[in-house]
């Protein structure tokens, strides 16, 4: 028992010392490399620290070796442009002038959903209130918001349409019909529910429509028997 408990500490000293060679960032945002490196650590350093049959020497050089190797790729990624971008990705532009890049989305593996929850997430509540947002290469979520977007988001917006398909729930939450955003689809030329990628309507009356490979649009409308919410 006394055996196990000074190779734990001994391990945990040595795995202490090498996270605080890595860097900040290893303990913050991290790269894909370098999640997949933590992870390395962790399952080599457990077994030494489970098995005590196992010298505990092969678990320390195994952490030292990993971070070794961290280094290598480190120093790749910071002097070799195109490798950097092997390594860590790039950034993915999601959100432009045009609305929102479903190419980009799909590359990474999101739908319209998982990005209208990390605009929320970030403080922007309709679609329309930011020109630009990107996910950065280690998975953190950007946007740069129109200068008087606070004023462009009096009244939370649902997603009535999500590629292709109505989200009955918020339709009973609005408390409106199908057939009527049937009608502005077919108003806006939109001859197909399957070709929108997404149409949120908020409490005032905004619609953000935006059509499968077309640029987005906001329109005003009126519900029925004057409804708000």
Not at 158 to 165: A, F, Q, R
Request: proline letters at 4%.
């Amino acid at each position: 028992m006394v055996l196990v408990m000074i190779r734990t500490a001994i391990i945990f000293v040595v795995l202490l010392f090498i996270m605080r060679l890595m860097g900040k960032r290893q303990i913050g945002e991290m790269q894909p490399f370098e999640l997949v490196i933590t992870l390395l650590i962790a399952e080599l350093a457990c077994i030494p620290m489970a098995d005590a049959s196992i010298p505990l020497l092969y678990g320390v050089i195994s952490v030292v070796t990993i971070y070794v190797l961290h280094e290598l790729v480190t120093l790749f990624d910071l002097k070799i442009k195109p490798l950097k971008a092997f390594i860590s990705g790039k950034p993915s532009l999601v959100i432009n002038k045009n609305g929102i890049d479903d190419y980009q989305l799909k590359r990474n593996n999101l739908d319209v959903s998982d990005l209208i929850e990390s605009l929320r997430t970030a403080g922007y509540f309709s679609l329309d209130c930011v020109d630009y947002a990107l996910y950065e290469a280690n998975g953190t979520f950007s946007a740069l918001p129109k200068p008087d977007y606070e004023d462009m988001q009096t009244s939370l917006p649902l997603v009535i349409i999500d590629n292709g398909k109505f989200d009955d729930k918020n339709l009973a939450l609005a408390g409106l019909e199908r057939s009527f955003f049937e009608k502005i689809l077919k108003d806006e030329g939109v001859t197909s529910v399957k070709k929108v990628l997404v149409l949120t309507a908020d409490g005032t009356g905004k619609l953000y429509l935006q059509a499968k490979k077309r640029r987005f649009r906001v329109l005003r409308v009126e519900y029925p028997d004057g409804k708000v919410w």
